[in-house]
C-alpha cells in the first residue's frame, strides 16, 4: 500500500480513515476497510516521524517500511510477522498460558468477535475484513462508505482502546 492511496482521506481529517485497496489476487475485486481514530493519529506522528529523518515523502512512497541491509523498502505480511513475534516476546506473550501464541490472525479473529458481538450484520463483518461476498452487496457497500464509516466508528471503542476517549470525525 501507498501513501496515495489514503492520501486524500488523511489530508481531510476523516477518522475513522476508509481505506480502499485492491488485494493481489486477481479474482477478487477492490475491497474497503478502516483504520480508528487512534491508529489514523498513531500514522500521522510516523509520517511526521519520516519527514523528521530525512525521507521524501511521496504518493508512491510506501505507506509502512521496515529497516533492510541495503536501506528502507516496503514492509513485507512477512517482516510483520516477525516483528510482531518479536515484540510479542519482549511483552511475554511467548504462546505459553491462556491465549496461545500472539499473531497478526489473532489481531482480526479479535476485530471479527467484537463487531460480532456488538450487532455488526455478517455480511458488514465480511465486507469489513475483505471476504469475498455476493458483487450485488459489494456494489451496494461501495456506495456507502460513509453507512460504512459511521457503523466502524460506532464501534471501534470495543476493539480500540483508545479510541474510547476521542470523538470521531466522519
Do not use: C
Not at 511467548?94 to 490472525?105: C, I, P, S, T
Amino acid at each position: 500500500m501507498k501513501l496515495g492511496d489514503i492520501r486524500r482521506e488523511l489530508e481531510l481529517g476523516k477518522a475513522p480513515l476508509a481505506i480502499v485497496y485492491l488485494p493481489e489476487k486477481e479474482t477478487v475485486g477492490e475491497r474497503i476497510t478502516f483504520l480508528a481514530i487512534d491508529g489514523v493519529e498513531t500514522l500521522k506522528r510516523y509520517l511526521e516521524w519520516r519527514k523528521q529523518v530525512g525521507e521524501k515523502i511521496t504518493d508512491d512512497s510506501p505507506l509502512f517500511q521496515s529497516r533492510a541491509r541495503r536501506g528502507l523498502k516496503p514492509l513485507t505480511e512477512q517482516k510483520f510477522s516477525v516483528m510482531l513475534k518479536n515484540v510479542a516476546k519482549k511483552a511475554g506473550l511467548n504462546g505459553k498460558g491462556k491465549y496461545g501464541r500472539l499473531r497478526a490472525h489473532s489481531f482480526r479473529k479479535f476485530f471479527v468477535t467484537q463487531l460480532t458481538n456488538h450487532g455488526v450484520e455478517d455480511k458488514i463483518v465480511n465486507f469489513f475484513i475483505g471476504h469475498k461476498i455476493p458483487d450485488v452487496d459489494r456494489v451496494y457497500w461501495f456506495r456507502r462508505i460513509e453507512e460504512l464509516r459511521r457503523i466502524y466508528a460506532e464501534r471501534q471503542e470495543y476493539f480500540n482502546s483508545q479510541s474510547r476517549k476521542k470523538k470521531v470525525n466522519p
